[in-house]
């Protein structure tokens, strides 16, 4: 039995879980050098959240992130989480657009990319795999785990087939909510072990307290990777405590091999950043720390239940909190059982949240509720409810091709849209990605720039002769 390797999540799941993806690059850059010490299977440092937090809040250009990170990091893989065709944004892209993304991401500085589908149809990750492969990523494909009638050990072993089959190099258990109980992740790795040649990766939370204990029984089932994160910002909503799980495995078949002093220098470190995240008020630790085994009932991740209760209080309407969650699984099923995750996990939530509030259920259906129905997302995995289909979309066609098999090449359009902005071709990403954002964030940075050009100029009137 092989030693289990260790994804940290520091500087990238732990704090979008816990603490609203605000950690900056100058709060990352301190801790690099001995990050890079470890000797960790990878760092998860980019994709996710942290794109749209860096341009939204944090004025962070996120290419001029991952460069740094990368520099900073000579010695360990970079990893990042990409949404297949919806890459890091929240609508599905021309094929173009992927490639060009892929192909950016890598020459900049990810090593692996963790490529999943929200309803698990493989046809939307295909691209971004193909582009990962073509130049010279590593791909690993996700599983989006979550338990229904038609979600089950066979569901996902016949899953990872197909996955191998894709060209995947890993295959991740992705599971968003903490809802793998740890026999079920014992089996589950067991049999993916027997069904593919490819290492498997386990990804959970440990929102409902079992996170550890089922990346423990994953270990005994001869898990090769497991995603976790530095104390200060790990646990709750975020992975299981890296330490906590290498000494556990100290002195074992499955030994991390990690340097329990070194990870309690880095806890040391990010010690400080949590208080300052909590201090700004981006963390509240009662709420990221506490067991919530409701979770386990109503499947609902952390963000998640996170955007229910900000709606729920902006309408005014705190005491319909239960009725909303219990309504989440009733749309679930009527949606067809998709994972709940992004996008998906809003789309649910917030059609959940209006039912209860309008007194009628799909009396109101957003957009996104429609075009889930009508297949632009993917192949829904269970049955719809034809009932509600009809009483949201009426007799609009549904589409059972890949949706962005029917978009036009779109690159050359986003280069025209934002030229007055254009500085680089990853800037045409963050546009794209964005395009409501980006040119706010542009225009901050050429404030700055400006600023920066003055300065050096009064500077160098100062030292010029008289």
Not at 129 to 151: C, D, F, N, R
Not at 279 to 285: L, V
Not at 364 to 377: C, N
Not at 380 to 400: A, F, H, M, S, Y
């Amino acid at each position: 039995m092989a030693k289990v390797q260790i994804t940290d999540t520091i500087l990238r799941d732990g704090h979008q879980s816990q603490a609203a993806t605000r950690m900056r690059l100058d709060e990352m850059l301190p801790a690099c050098e001995k990050l890079d010490k470890v000797g960790y299977f990878s760092l998860e440092c980019w994709g996710g959240a942290t794109y749209d937090a860096c341009i939204r809040f944090l004025n962070e250009d996120p290419w001029e992130r991952l460069r740094q990170l990368r520099k900073a990091l000579p010695n360990t893989k970079t990893q990042m989480l990409l949404r297949g065709q919806n890459l890091l944004g929240y609508r599905p892209y021309s094929d173009d657009v992927v490639d060009f993304f892929v192909k950016k991401a890598i020459e900049n500085g990810i090593d692996i990319i963790r490529c999943f589908d929200a309803l698990n149809d493989l046809r939307n990750l295909e691209t971004a795999v193909k582009a990962t492969k073509k130049y010279g990523g590593q791909a690993e494909i996700a599983l989006s785990y979550t338990k229904s009638p038609v979600h089950n050990e066979d569901y996902f072993v016949k899953l990872a087939g197909e996955i191998e089959d894709m060209g995947a190099d890993l295959i991740c258990i992705k599971d968003m909510a903490n809802l793998i109980l740890p026999y079920d992740a014992y089996k589950l790795v067991k049999r993916l072990k027997s069904a593919t040649k490819l290492p498997i990766v386990l990804h959970t939370h440990d929102t409902t307290g079992t996170g550890a204990m089922a990346l423990l029984k994953a270990a005994e089932a001869g898990v090769d990777v497991i995603d976790t994160c530095l104390s200060p910002l790990g646990s709750g909503t975020s992975q299981p405590a890296t330490e906590s799980i290498v000494a556990t495995l100290q002195g074992t078949e499955y030994d991390t091999g990690l340097d329990l002093n070194l990870l309690a220098e880095l806890a040391d470190y990010f010690r400080g950043v949590a208080d300052r995240l909590t201090k700004d008020g981006f963390r509240d630790p009662a709420r990221v720390l506490s067991v919530d085994v409701k979770t386990l009932q109503y499947q609902v991740p952390g963000g998640m239940l996170s955007n229910l209760i900000g709606q729920l209080k902006a309408a005014n309407a705190m005491d319909k909190y239960y009725d909303v969650l219990a309504e989440v699984p009733r749309v679930r099923a009527d949606f067809g059982y998709p994972p709940l995750v992004t996008p998906t996990s809003q789309i649910v939530g917030t059609q959940a949240v209006m039912n209860v509030l309008m007194g009628e259920r799909y009396k109101m259906v957003p957009q996104e509720s429609k075009d889930l129905l009508a297949g632009h997302y993917g192949k829904l995995p269970g049955k719809v409810n034809e009932e509600v289909r009809k009483k949201c979309i009426g007799d609009q066609k549904v589409i059972t091709t890949r949706f962005a098999d029917d978009l036009p090449p779109e690159l050359d359009k986003l280069k025209s849209e934002m030229r007055e902005w254009y500085q680089t071709d990853e800037d045409v990403l963050t546009y794209a990605m964005f395009p409501k954002v980006a040119p706010k964030f542009f225009e901050y940075r050429q404030a700055q720039q400006m600023k920066i050009d003055s300065t050096m100029l009064d500077k160098a009137d100062k030292t010029m002769p008289v």
